[in-house]
C-alpha cells in the first residue's frame, strides 16, 4: 500500500509538472488533482476561455462550485461548475473538464463527507485584461520608471470609471447595471483631464479637488451616460449614428471637418482595446439631457432675460455662493445651498427702478443692492411640488419670504412665479415678474455726518473676483463688497458723528491692481490705500472729525514677509476705554491715524498668540509731530504692549507765557543746542526726559548757553527747566 501511495503521488507531481499538456480524455490548458482532502494546486490563475481537467489520483471526491459544503452559502461564482464524485486511481480519473469564460473568481470544494471541513477547498481566477484594467495600465520607460498611463491624460475620467462602475477596486460594483472589470462588452467614452478641470472650474471653488467632484450626487449617472454597450472601434462609427447608453438614452455620432463628435464632444484618441471592449477619448465631459447640467448661477448668466439680475449678483458677491456645489461629500465642513433663486427679469428690475425715481445704473450702486439681490435667494432646494400653500421661506435678508398656490397660480409674497423649476445641479430657479422688495427701500443713506462714498478700482478691468472689503461703521458691518465687475465701482453709506469706519480689506489669490478711496459727501478724499502697492485695511477713520488740541498719531502695523499678524492684533485703549481695535490681515505694513487731545493717555495693548511666527510681527507710532515714540518693531523679537503715553500735556496760561521765555535752537539738532533764557534763569536745573518720562541726564544748573546732547541717542527728547512755580517743558528732537 506504502509503494501504491508513493506511485500516485509521484504520478499527481508528474502531473502538476506537465500542468499545459494533460492526457487522454482531460486533454486541457490546466490540471487540478484531487489527492486525500487536498486540491493540487488548490489556487490557479488562468486567462479567459481556457480549460481546467479535474483528475482524481487518491480517494472518493467529487468537485462542488455551487454552494459551500461547509455554510451551505452559494459561492457566488460567476458562472456554477460541478461534477459528480468518483474514485481516484492511479493512472488518474478525469472528473471533466470546464471553460472559464467568464472573468472573475471561482471558489470550489469537495462534496464528501467531512474532506471540506478538513481543508479541501480551492479557488480558480479567471483574470482578463479588462476596461478596468485598461484605466490603470501605466507605461515605464527603459529605466522601469513610470512615465505615464496607456490612456493619455485622462487619469481623473479613469479613476471615476473604476470607483463607481468596476469591481476592480470594490470587490462588487456599486452600480449593477455596469461593471468594467466584468465578462460584458462595451465602449467607454473617456472625457480627457482637461475637460473634467474645465467642469471643476465652473464649480468656482478653488479649493474643490477632483476627489472632491467624486461625491457630484449625479456622477454616477453621467458616468453610465458615457458608456455604450457592444463594441464599436473607431471605424464601426458613423455620421448620424445613436448609440445605446447604459443610462438607458442614445449618443448621437457626427462628423465636422473630418473629425468624429459623440453629442458635443471631439472623439481626439481611439481604439484602446481591451478584453470586454474598447476606449475612446474625448475633449468634454458628457451628460444625459434629463440631469442638470448648471449651477443656479449659470441659469442665471445664460438667460437674456436676467442681465440685470447677473450684473447685481456679481457685485453684490453672491455670484461665488451661487456656483457652490453643497451636494458634493466632503466639499466642506459646512457646505452652502443648495439654493433657490426667484429671479425678477430685467424688466422688471427697470419698472422697480423707476418706482423708486432713480435708474438701473445708479440701482446697482445703491448700498439697499445687497439686500435687494439677498432677498431672493434661499439656501434650500425648493421645487413647486414640495411646496403648500401658506409655506414661508427664509432668505438671506433675514425675511419670510410667503408662498400662496391658489387656481390662479403659484406666488411668492404676491408676485407671481411665471417659469418654474429651472433645475440646476446645487438648486432651483423659478423666474418672477416683479422685484420681491420695496422701492422705498432704495434710498441714498445720510448720517449726521452726510454721506460717504466708497470707490473701488481695478487697473485690470476684469474685477476684483473673490476679494471682499468689509464695511464697518461704529462696531457694526453694514456691507461686504467684493469690488467692481470691470475698473471701478462704487458704494455710499450714511454717517453720523463720532461714527468709527473702519475697511477690512480680505485678498484672495493675486491681488494686484486693486485699490479704494474713500470720500466724504464734500468730495474730500478720507483714506485711500492700494494706489501704489497692494491694498489693506483701512482703520479708524473718524466722522465729523474735530480738529484736535493735540493732533494726530500714526499707528504702523507691519510683517516682515507681507503675511500680516494674522488672527493677533492691537488694542488700542484711549483714556483707560477701548477706542479702536486693529486687526492686520494682509501685506508688509499698515497704517492707522488716530486723533489726540491734550493730556489724552493712550495704551497700546498687543494681542498676540494666536499666528504662526510673530517675531516677524511689529508696529511704530509717531506722534503728532511726526517723532518716532514707540518702537516695537524689532526683527526677531515678539512686539510688546506700552502702557501710559502721553503725546501732548496741556499747559496753563502761565506756563506758556514762562515757556516763550526760552528759546531752544537748531531744533531738530545733531546734537549742540543753543538757549536763550532770561539772567533769572540761570542757575536753574535742566533735566533731560525720553519721551516715557524718564530721566536720562539732569544739569545742576544753566551755566551757559549751550549744551551738548551729541552723546545721547537719536529719537525725541524733552528738556525740563525746574523754574519756580512750574516746571518748564521744552520739545526736542535729535537726529
Known amino acids: 500500500?506504502?509503494?501504491?501511495?508513493?506511485?500516485?503521488?509521484?504520478?499527481?507531481?508528474?502531473?502538476?509538472?506537465?500542468?499545459?499538456?494533460?492526457?487522454?480524455?482531460?486533454?486541457?490548458?490546466?490540471?487540478?488533482?484531487?489527492?486525500?482532502?487536498?486540491?493540487?494546486?488548490?489556487?490557479?490563475?488562468?486567462?479567459?476561455?481556457?480549460?481546467?481537467?479535474?483528475?482524481?489520483?487518491?480517494?472518493?471526491?467529487?468537485?462542488?462550485?455551487?454552494?459551500?459544503?461547509?455554510?451551505?452559502?452559494?459561492?457566488?461564482?460567476?458562472?456554477?461548475?460541478?461534477?459528480?464524485?468518483?474514485?481516484?486511481?492511479?493512472?488518474?480519473?478525469?472528473?471533466?473538464?470546464?471553460?472559464?469564460?467568464?472573468?472573475?473568481?471561482?471558489?470550489?470544494?469537495?462534496?464528501?463527507?467531512?474532506?471540506?471541513?478538513?481543508?479541501?477547498?480551492?479557488?480558480?481566477?479567471?483574470?482578463?485584461?479588462?476596461?478596468?484594467?485598461?484605466?490603470?495600465?501605466?507605461?515605464?520607460?527603459?529605466?522601469?520608471?513610470?512615465?505615464?498611463?496607456?490612456?493619455?491624460?485622462?487619469?481623473?475620467?479613469?479613476?471615476?470609471?473604476?470607483?463607481?462602475?468596476?469591481?476592480?477596486?470594490?470587490?462588487?460594483?456599486?452600480?449593477?447595471?455596469?461593471?468594467?472589470?466584468?465578462?460584458?462588452?462595451?465602449?467607454?467614452?473617456?472625457?480627457?483631464?482637461?475637460?473634467?478641470?474645465?467642469?471643476?472650474?465652473?464649480?468656482?471653488?478653488?479649493?474643490?479637488?477632483?476627489?472632491?467632484?467624486?461625491?457630484?450626487?449625479?456622477?454616477?449617472?453621467?458616468?453610465?451616460?458615457?458608456?455604450?454597450?457592444?463594441?464599436?472601434?473607431?471605424?464601426?462609427?458613423?455620421?448620424?449614428?445613436?448609440?445605446?447608453?447604459?443610462?438607458?438614452?442614445?449618443?448621437?455620432?457626427?462628423?465636422?471637418?473630418?473629425?468624429?463628435?459623440?453629442?458635443?464632444?471631439?472623439?481626439?484618441?481611439?481604439?484602446?482595446?481591451?478584453?470586454?471592449?474598447?476606449?475612446?477619448i474625448i475633449d468634454k465631459t458628457l451628460a444625459p439631457s434629463d440631469l442638470p447640467a448648471m449651477s443656479v448661477w449659470d441659469i442665471i448668466e445664460d438667460s437674456e432675460d436676467h442681465q440685470f439680475l447677473e450684473d447685481a449678483v456679481t457685485v453684490t458677491g453672491f455670484k461665488t455662493l451661487l456656483r457652490k456645489q453643497s451636494e458634493i461629500v466632503g466639499n466642506s465642513e459646512n457646505p452652502k445651498g443648495p439654493f433657490t433663486v426667484f429671479a425678477p427679469t430685467d424688466q422688471a428690475f427697470q419698472a422697480f427702478a423707476q418706482a423708486a425715481g432713480t435708474s438701473t445704473i445708479d440701482l446697482l450702486n445703491a448700498s439697499s443692492l445687497n439686500d435687494i439681490v439677498g432677498s431672493h435667494i434661499i439656501e434650500s432646494r425648493n421645487l413647486i411640488a414640495d411646496i403648500s400653500n401658506g409655506t414661508q421661506l427664509q432668505n438671506y435678508a433675514n425675511e419670510n419670504l410667503q408662498m400662496t398656490i391658489n387656481s390662479e397660480g403659484v406666488f411668492v409674497n404676491g408676485v407671481e412665479i411665471t417659469v418654474t423649476d429651472v433645475l440646476a445641479y446645487n438648486g432651483v430657479v423659478h423666474v418672477i415678474d416683479a422685484v420681491l422688495s420695496e422701492p422705498a427701500d432704495v434710498t441714498t443713506p445720510v448720517?449726521?455726518?452726510?454721506?460717504?462714498?466708497?470707490?473701488?478700482?481695478?487697473?485690470?478691468?476684469?474685477?476684483?473676483?473673490?476679494?471682499?472689503?468689509?464695511?464697518?461703521?461704529?462696531?457694526?458691518?453694514?456691507?461686504?463688497?467684493?469690488?467692481?465687475?470691470?475698473?471701478?465701482?462704487?458704494?455710499?453709506?450714511?454717517?453720523?458723528?463720532?461714527?468709527?469706519?473702519?475697511?477690512?480689506?480680505?485678498?484672495?489669490?493675486?491681488?494686484?491692481?486693486?485699490?479704494?478711496?474713500?470720500?466724504?459727501?464734500?468730495?474730500?478724499?478720507?483714506?485711500?490705500?492700494?494706489?501704489?502697492?497692494?491694498?489693506?485695511?483701512?482703520?479708524?477713520?473718524?466722522?465729523?472729525?474735530?480738529?484736535?488740541?493735540?493732533?494726530?498719531?500714526?499707528?504702523?502695523?507691519?510683517?516682515?514677509?507681507?503675511?500680516?499678524?494674522?488672527?493677533?492684533?492691537?488694542?488700542?485703549?484711549?483714556?483707560?476705554?477701548?477706542?479702536?481695535?486693529?486687526?492686520?490681515?494682509?501685506?508688509y505694513e499698515q497704517t492707522t491715524f488716530i486723533q489726540a487731545d491734550n493730556d489724552d493717555v493712550f495704551d497700546f495693548e498687543y494681542i498676540g498668540g494666536q499666528s504662526f511666527e510673530p517675531e516677524y510681527a511689529g508696529y511704530k507710532i509717531f506722534g503728532p509731530d511726526g517723532v518716532l515714540v514707540i518702537n516695537q518693531d524689532v526683527n526677531g523679537q515678539i512686539p510688546e504692549s506700552t502702557t501710559v503715553i502721553k503725546f501732548c500735556e496741556e499747559q496753563t496760561a502761565i506756563e506758556l507765557l514762562l515757556e516763550d521765555q526760552i528759546v531752544i535752537y537748531p531744533n531738530p539738532s545733531d546734537g549742540i543746542l543753543k538757549i536763550v533764557a532770561p539772567e533769572a534763569y540761570q542757575n536753574t536745573e535742566i533735566d533731560l526726559m525720553d519721551i516715557l518720562g524718564n530721566k536720562v541726564f539732569s544739569w545742576n544748573k544753566l551755566t551757559e548757553d549751550i549744551l551738548d546732547l551729541s552723546r545721547f541717542g537719536k529719537g525725541a527728547y524733552v528738556l525740563e527747566f525746574q523754574v519756580p512755580n512750574a516746571p518748564i517743558r521744552k520739545s526736542i528732537i535729535l537726529k
Open 1 to 280: 500500500m506504502t509503494y501504491l501511495k508513493s506511485i500516485s503521488i509521484a504520478f499527481a507531481f508528474l502531473l502538476v509538472g506537465n500542468n499545459s499538456t494533460a492526457q487522454g480524455p482531460c486533454d486541457a490548458d490546466h490540471n487540478v488533482l484531487l489527492t486525500d482532502f487536498a486540491f493540487t494546486p488548490n489556487t490557479l490563475e488562468i486567462l479567459p476561455g481556457e480549460t481546467v481537467a479535474f483528475i482524481n489520483v487518491q480517494g472518493t471526491h467529487s468537485v462542488n462550485g455551487v454552494n459551500s459544503t461547509v455554510s451551505g452559502d452559494s459561492f457566488n461564482n460567476p458562472v456554477e461548475f460541478s461534477f459528480p464524485e468518483s474514485e481516484g486511481t492511479t493512472e488518474g480519473t478525469c472528473m471533466g473538464v470546464f471553460t472559464f469564460d467568464v472573468p472573475g473568481t471561482y471558489n470550489f470544494d469537495c462534496g464528501v463527507g467531512f474532506h471540506a471541513e478538513l481543508g479541501m477547498v480551492g479557488q480558480i481566477v479567471v483574470d482578463a485584461y479588462t476596461i478596468s484594467d485598461l484605466l490603470i495600465d501605466a507605461v515605464y520607460d527603459e529605466n522601469d520608471e513610470f512615465s505615464g498611463y496607456v490612456l493619455p491624460l485622462s487619469f481623473q475620467s479613469s479613476y471615476s470609471m473604476n470607483s463607481y462602475l468596476s469591481s476592480y477596486y470594490t470587490g462588487q460594483s456599486e452600480d449593477s447595471i455596469v461593471d468594467l472589470n466584468g465578462n460584458q462588452l462595451y465602449t467607454v467614452f473617456l472625457s480627457n483631464d482637461a475637460a473634467v478641470d474645465a467642469i471643476r472650474a465652473e464649480f468656482g471653488d478653488p479649493e474643490m479637488s477632483q476627489f472632491d467632484l467624486l461625491g457630484f450626487i449625479d456622477l454616477p449617472a453621467a458616468l453610465r451616460y458615457s458608456i455604450v454597450e457592444g463594441v464599436y472601434m473607431a471605424e464601426d462609427l458613423q455620421n448620424g449614428q445613436l448609440l445605446p447608453t447604459t443610462y438607458g438614452q442614445d449618443l448621437l455620432v457626427s462628423e465636422s471637418n473630418g473629425l468624429l463628435m459623440v453629442d458635443d464632444a471631439t472623439v481626439i484618441s481611439t481604439n484602446y482595446v481591451a478584453d470586454n471592449g474598447v476606449v475612446h
Open 447 to 587: 448720517g449726521t455726518c452726510g454721506t460717504w462714498t466708497l470707490y473701488m478700482f481695478d487697473d485690470e478691468g476684469n474685477g476684483w473676483d473673490e476679494t471682499q472689503l468689509y464695511v464697518e461703521v461704529d462696531g457694526e458691518i453694514i456691507s461686504v463688497e467684493t469690488g467692481p465687475v470691470g475698473n471701478y465701482s462704487t458704494f455710499e453709506f450714511g454717517v453720523d458723528e463720532g461714527d468709527v469706519v473702519n475697511l477690512y480689506y480680505i485678498p484672495a489669490g493675486a491681488a494686484y491692481g486693486q485699490s479704494y478711496v474713500v470720500e466724504d459727501n464734500n468730495n474730500q478724499e478720507i483714506i485711500s490705500s492700494g494706489q501704489s502697492g497692494a491694498a489693506g485695511n483701512s482703520m479708524g477713520l473718524l466722522s465729523c472729525p474735530s480738529t484736535p488740541t493735540c493732533g494726530t498719531i500714526e499707528i504702523v502695523m507691519s510683517h516682515e514677509y507681507g503675511e500680516g499678524w494674522g488672527n493677533n492684533r492691537l488694542d488700542v485703549y484711549k483714556n483707560d476705554v477701548l477706542y479702536l481695535p486693529i486687526p492686520f490681515y494682509f501685506n
